[in-house]
C-alpha cells in the first residue's frame, strides 16, 4: 500500500512538527509513506474566498504529485475536504476523480482503512477535545449534536488507545472556533470571539492542553492563548498519537 | 426603518462585539433556544425521516410551482376569496393601498409576516399617511423603537427587559424602571387589544397555503393573528409563492417540524387554519414573487426557496449569536438570510456570504435540508465573477495563486517570509496585520517540514 502523504502550507512552513508526527505514526503503523516534493497548497484559500476560478494551477500540481499513490493522507479535515469537493483537473479528468475518491484526513486513515486496534503512544495530560467542522460535518469523522443520528467519534477512538490522556469536552461539544479561512481576518472581530469563547469552555475544564484534527483551528486558538498568556497549549491530534 | 445599510456585516458585528457583556447574553440567550429545539428533536426518533420528506415535499413543489399556485388560485376563489398576484414589492404595497384606499381604512392590525417586513409595507403605507399597528409582542416593541426585527421568529431577541421598559414608558407610558416582564406583558396586552377591537382590518402572513383546499395556515404563539382576523371586518394574508405545499396532510410533516427547530416547541400554540371569510367578512390574499422565480431559475440557489422560516439557522450560527441581526441589514438575516438576498440585491449585500466560518452547522440543524452552507460557498463564487469585491483582495488572491502554483516559487517564498518573521518580527507583529490585532503569530521554524524530510526520508 503506497501511501502519499500531503502536508498541507501552512504546516510545511509553521507547525512542521505536526507533519514529522504525521509521517513517523504512519510508518510506525507499517504504511509505506512518501511526502511528494512538490506540493503546494490544495487551494482552499482563494475557493473558500470565492476565487475557485483561480485554483486551476493548485489543482494541476497537486493531481502532478498525488497520481502515483494508492491513499493520500493529510493531517487536516479542511484540505482533505476541499480536495474532496473541489478537485478538479480537465485534462486529467480520471486522476483527479481518482485523488477525490483515495484521500482521507488522518484519523479516518487510521480508523477505516488500517483499522488500528492498538498504539503506543503515552501522553499522561488533560486534553480538551475541539471538534473542527469540516472534519466534523463535511467528512463525517464523528456525529454532530445537529442530528438525530447514532453517536460516533474516529477521533475519540484514537484518543481513548493514548496511555495516560484524560479526555475532555467542552460544554458546547461541536461550536466552530471561528477560524474559518480568510474569515479570521475579514470578520476578526467575530473570529476572535468564537475563538476566545471555546477557550474559556476548554479552561472551565483546566486542561493542559487543547488538540484537534485540524492545525488551522489550532493556529486561531493558539493565538489567542498565548495573547491571553494561558498556560493551556495547542497539540495537533497526530502529535498526541506519536507521543511515547 | 432604521436598517438602512450603512456599514457591511463585519464593520456592523465589530460594533456589536465591543459590548463583550452583551454580546455573551446574546449568544447565551440563542444557544439556550438551539438546545431547547435539541431536547424536542431528540424526542422524537423519526426525526430524519421527516426532514427528508419535508425536503422532498418541497422540492416536488418547486418543481410544480406554477400548477400549484393555479391549482391554489382556483380553490381559493371558490372558497370565496380574493387573490392577488404581486411581481415585486412595490406591486405588493400599491396592491395593499389600493385595499385600503377601496374602503377607507385607516386603523390596521399586522401579525408577524417577514414578507411584509422584506417588502417595507409599514415604510411605503407610512408615506401615505397610513400606520400599521404590529401586534406581535417582539415587531411591536421593535416597531415603537423604529428598528427592524432582528430575527424572524423572535424579532426582538437583541433587546433585554430593561430596553423594553424604557421604550414601553415611553410610549405607552408604563412606570419608569419597572422591569418586570408579567408587568411589561400586561401593559403591551392592553395596549394591544385596544388597537385589535378598533381594527377594521387585518394583516396576517402565511406560513403554509394548501393548493389542494385552497385553505391557508398561520401559526402565532400569541394568538395575535386570529385576533387581528377574527375582529377585523377585512382580512389580507401576504404569501411569497414558495409557501404552497400541495395537500393538508403534509401539514402533518410541516407543522411537527416547525416549532421544535424554531423555539424546541412541539407545536406552536396556535395553529390557525384559514379556509373562507365568514360571513360579512372579505378575505384577501396577496401571493408575491419579489425575486422568487428568479432565485427558481438558479440552479445552485433554487432550494433555498423550501425555507419555512423556523430560524433554526440564526440560532445555531456561532456568527449569528455574536453579531445581532442587525449587522445583517436585510429583513431576513442569518445563514438562510445569506443566500437569499444576494439573489435581490447583490452588490447590497455581497459582504453577506462571507459573514459565515463554512462550519455547516446551519445546513444540519435545517428542518427541510438545505445545504446553505455550500450555497454560501458558491455565492461567493458568483459575488467574485460578478466582480463585487474589493480590489485589493483580488490581487492578493491572484498572487496567493501564483505561488502555490510553483513549486519552487512557494517554497521560497515560505523560506523568506519565515526567515523575516524571526529576524524581524515587527514585520508580522503591528497594527497593519490583522491577524496580530487579538492574537499572537505563529512561531516561524527555521526549518519547514520539506527541508526536514529531505533531511530525513533516507533515515
Given at each position: 500500500m503506497k501511501v502519499g502523504l500531503f502536508i498541507p502550507c501552512y504546516i510545511d512552513q509553521f507547525y512542521p512538527q505536526v507533519g514529522i508526527a504525521t509521517y513517523q505514526l504512519l510508518k510506525k503503523l507499517g504504511c509505506d509513506v512518501d511526502y511528494p516534493e512538490n506540493q503546494t497548497c490544495c487551494g482552499q484559500p482563494m475557493a473558500n474566498s470565492?476565487?475557485?476560478?483561480?485554483?486551476g494551477g493548485c489543482d494541476k500540481n497537486f493531481v502532478a504529485n498525488f497520481?502515483?499513490?494508492?491513499y493520500i493522507v493529510a493531517p487536516s479535515g479542511s484540505c482533505v475536504l476541499h480536495i474532496k469537493e473541489h478537485l478538479k483537473d480537465d485534462k486529467n479528468p480520471t486522476k483527479a476523480q481518482k485523488i477525490r475518491n483515495t484521500i482521507y484526513e488522518l484519523t479516518e486513515f487510521l480508523v477505516?482503512?488500517?483499522?488500528?486496534?492498538?498504539?503506543?503512544s503515552n501522553f499522561p495530560h488533560k486534553v480538551g477535545f475541539h471538534t473542527s467542522c469540516h472534519g466534523q460535518?463535511?467528512?463525517?469523522l464523528s456525529s454532530m449534536t445537529e442530528r438525530v443520528l447514532p453517536q460516533f467519534s474516529k477521533p475519540e477512538q484514537l484518543l481513548q488507545?493514548?496511555?495516560?490522556l484524560q479526555l475532555c469536552y467542552p460544554e458546547?461539544?461541536?461550536?466552530?472556533?471561528?477560524?474559518g479561512g480568510t474569515f479570521c481576518v475579514f470578520e476578526e472581530a467575530v473570529s476572535v470571539k468564537m475563538g476566545k469563547d471555546r477557550i474559556e469552555e476548554h479552561q472551565k475544564n483546566e486542561v493542559d492542553y487543547i488538540t484537534a484534527g485540524d492545525v488551522s483551528c489550532l493556529m486561531h486558538l493558539e493565538g489567542i492563548l498565548k495573547r491571553q498568556g494561558s498556560k493551556v497549549k495547542a497539540i495537533h491530534l497526530a502529535e498526541i498519537l506519536n507521543h511515547e | 426603518m432604521s436598517n438602512l445599510k450603512t456599514l457591511d456585516h463585519a464593520a456592523a458585528a465589530e460594533i456589536f462585539i465591543k459590548d463583550e457583556a452583551r454580546t455573551d447574553w446574546h449568544d447565551d440567550t440563542l444557544w439556550f433556544v438551539r438546545q431547547k429545539r435539541d431536547k424536542a428533536v431528540n424526542g422524537i426518533a423519526e426525526w430524519e425521516q421527516l426532514r427528508e420528506w419535508a425536503s422532498q415535499i418541497k422540492n416536488h413543489t418547486l418543481s410544480n410551482l406554477d400548477n400549484y399556485l393555479t391549482a391554489f388560485e382556483k380553490q381559493a376563489e371558490a372558497n370565496g376569496i380574493k387573490i392577488h398576484w404581486a411581481a415585486d414589492a412595490l406591486e405588493h404595497n400599491q396592491l395593499m393601498h389600493k385595499i385600503l384606499k377601496a374602503h377607507n381604512i385607516s386603523r390596521i392590525v399586522k401579525s408577524k409576516s417577514m414578507l411584509t417586513e422584506e417588502c417595507h409595507l409599514n415604510d411605503y403605507l407610512k408615506k401615505q399617511g397610513i400606520e400599521v399597528v404590529d401586534t406581535d409582542l417582539g415587531e411591536r416593541i421593535v416597531q415603537l423603537r423604529d428598528e427592524a426585527p432582528s430575527?424572524?421568529?423572535?424579532?426582538?431577541?437583541?433587546?433585554?427587559k430593561q430596553d423594553v421598559s424604557e421604550t414601553f414608558h415611553e410610549?405607552?407610558?408604563?412606570?419608569?424602571?419597572?422591569?418586570d416582564p408579567q408587568y411589561l406583558t400586561e401593559a403591551a396586552r392592553q395596549h394591544l387589544r385596544d388597537h385589535f377591537i378598533q381594527s377594521e382590518l387585518a394583516i396576517t402572513g402565511v406560513n403554509f397555503a394548501i393548493a389542494e383546499t385552497g385553505g391557508f395556515v398561520v401559526c402565532t404563539n400569541e394568538g395575535n393573528a386570529d385576533m387581528g382576523a377574527h375582529t377585523a371586518k377585512i382580512h389580507v394574508a401576504c404569501m411569497g409563492i414558495?409557501?404552497?405545499?400541495?395537500?393538508?396532510?403534509?401539514l402533518g410533516v410541516f407543522l411537527r417540524l416547525l416549532a421544535r427547530s424554531a423555539t424546541?416547541?412541539?407545536?406552536?400554540t396556535y395553529s390557525s387554519h384559514f379556509q373562507k371569510p365568514r360571513p360579512g367578512q372579505e378575505m384577501h390574499i396577496i401571493i408575491v414573487d419579489n425575486g422568487r422565480t428568479k432565485q427558481l431559475g438558479r440552479a445552485d440557489f433554487r432550494?433555498?426557496?423550501?425555507?419555512?422560516?423556523?430560524a433554526a439557522c440564526f440560532n445555531t450560527c456561532p456568527v449569528y449569536r455574536r453579531s445581532?441581526?442587525?449587522?445583517?441589514?436585510?429583513?431576513v438575516a442569518g445563514p438562510i438570510g445569506s443566500i437569499l438576498n444576494p439573489n435581490l440585491d447583490m452588490k447590497a449585500n455581497a459582504d453577506l456570504p462571507f459573514?459565515?466560518?463554512?462550519?455547516?452547522s446551519c445546513s444540519n440543524v435545517c428542518p427541510v435540508k438545505i445545504d446553505i452552507h455550500e450555497q454560501l460557498w458558491k455565492w461567493r463564487q458568483v459575488i467574485v465573477e460578478e466582480g463585487y469585491v474589493k480590489p485589493e483582495k483580488k490581487i492578493a488572491m491572484k498572487g496567493m495563486a501564483w505561488i502555490f502554483s510553483n513549486p519552487k516559487i512557494y517554497r521560497w517564498a515560505g523560506k523568506s517570509g519565515r526567515w523575516f518573521l524571526r529576524t524581524m518580527p515587527f514585520l508580522g507583529n503591528n497594527k497593519l496585520n490583522v491577524w496580530y490585532k487579538q492574537r499572537e503569530m505563529p512561531e516561524a521554524p527555521k526549518q519547514s517540514f520539506h527541508d526536514w524530510y529531505q533531511q530525513n526520508k533516507n533515515k
Open positions: 470565492g476565487f475557485s476560478a483561480l485554483t497520481d502515483a499513490y494508492d477505516d482503512i488500517l483499522k488500528v486496534e492498538h498504539l503506543t460535518r463535511g467528512l463525517h488507545k493514548v496511555k495516560g458546547r461539544k461541536d461550536e466552530c472556533c471561528g477560524f | 430575527h424572524i421568529v423572535l424579532p426582538a431577541i437583541h433587546l433585554k410610549h405607552l407610558h408604563t412606570e419608569e424602571g419597572n422591569n414558495e409557501k404552497i405545499i400541495p395537500k393538508a396532510e403534509h424546541g416547541q412541539p407545536i406552536t432550494n433555498s426557496l423550501k425555507c419555512i422560516r423556523c445581532g441581526g442587525h449587522s445583517y441589514h436585510t429583513a459573514a459565515s466560518t463554512l462550519c455547516g
